[in-house]
């Protein structure tokens, strides 16, 4: 069984930044991608960034020069690091670390005002 604890969203104004952290916790896992989804209210969840066990990445083409993802394996721990946020990136941020299933955070609201 693997929990994940997600922290650091809140409310920032506009060309703020924020970081969200994203704990791992159990037993008898191997962690492959981890990653950050979004969902805004009335929309669909879109996959925001991802990192493999080995670092490489991918970002969604609307994040890409403002958030960075990164990960440290001996922690079990993805971070999403979000620089010169936008009111439009106001959403539930959701973790996912993939073992033999993919499996997903309970989500940490971000509120950017304009």
């Known amino acids: 069984q693997v929990q994940l604890v997600e922290s650091g969203g809140g409310s920032v104004q506009a060309g703020g930044s924020l970081r969200l952290s994203c704990a791992a916790s159990g037993s008898g896992f191997s962690i492959n991608t981890m990653g950050w989804y979004r969902q805004a209210p009335g929309k669909q969840r879109e996959l925001v960034a991802a990192?493999?066990?080995?670092?490489?990445?991918n970002y969604a083409d609307f994040v890409k020069g403002r958030f960075t993802i990164s990960r440290d394996n001996a922690k079990n721990t993805v971070y999403l690091q979000m620089n010169s946020l936008k009111p439009e990136d106001t959403a539930v941020y959701l973790c996912t670390v993939g073992t033999k299933v993919l499996h997903w955070g309970q989500g940490t609201q971000v509120t950017v005002s304009s």
């Open positions: 990192i493999t066990s080995g670092g490489s990445t």
